[in-house]
């Protein structure tokens, strides 16, 4: 079946450091890859999607892209704020299919 | 303002008492869906709609059930509720088009006593 694998958190940062939050995933067929951010006490928003081997998604800073020879999907991002707190989950969905599958989510705290 | 409404926000209830968590979204999506999130377990879904009067099981349909008569709408019912369904519950909707954005409410609360 489908799988996500997110590195375990808390990843404690200070401001300004750089960010890179692992994701692999097993898929069958060629899926389409999301990270959602879930701030505090709020549902879950789409942070950027890629849909495609080599596609890079990015928004507000953060970057991933699509490599299908490792089955990864990093979250990235060079330079953190305070206002980045939040948890992050990787998610996939695999073509025709109407169930996602999600990551367990890791939690990011920045300090200033 | 596109979104998907949940109500209620908060909710604590004795094990066996029926209720219903309402979702509603405005933005005239096919797709709903319920999720769960507990701590270390991320999201599971729990059931999905296609379209008016088409539902299927999610990854963790035990214990609830939903019902799609209108296309905005799409309630969450648990007949009889148990300890092990306390949990954080989303509901999400999207369009038709495999690559199209989810939408997630803000979330429903639950305690069982």
């Known amino acids: 079946g489908n799988s996500v694998t997110q590195m375990e958190g808390p990843v404690t940062l200070s401001e300004e450091a750089f960010l890179t939050i692992n994701c692999t995933y097993t898929?069958?067929?060629?899926?389409?890859l999301f990270w959602y951010v879930q701030y505090p006490g709020e549902g879950l928003q789409l942070l950027l999607k890629?849909?495609?081997?080599?596609d890079k998604g990015s928004n507000k800073g953060f970057e991933a892209t699509y490599r299908k020879e490792t089955t990864s999907f990093h979250l990235e991002k060079g330079s953190v704020q305070v206002s980045d707190s939040a948890v992050y989950f990787c998610a996939l969905r695999a073509g025709g299919s109407y169930i996602p599958t999600f990551g367990r989510g890791t939690s990011l705290i920045v300090h200033p | 303002e596109a979104q998907v409404t949940q109500n209620p926000r908060y909710l604590i209830t004795v094990t066996g008492k029926k209720l219903t968590v309402t979702c509603s979204q405005n933005m005239n999506h096919e797709y709903m869906s319920w999720y769960r999130q507990d701590p270390g377990l991320g999201l599971r879904q729990i059931y999905y709609s296609m379209n008016v009067e088409v539902t299927d099981k999610g990854d963790v349909p035990e214990g609830y059930k939903v019902s799609r008569k209108e296309k905005r709408n799409f309630p969450l019912i648990l007949e009889s509720p148990s300890p092990n369904q306390t949990s954080l519950y989303f509901c999400?909707?999207?369009?038709?088009?495999?690559?199209?954005?989810?939408?997630f409410g803000p979330g429903t609360r639950l305690l069982v006593l």
């Open positions: 999400a909707s999207r369009d038709s088009g495999s690559q199209e954005t989810q939408y």
């Open positions: 898929a069958t067929g060629y899926p389409s």
């Open positions: 890629a849909t495609k081997a080599d």
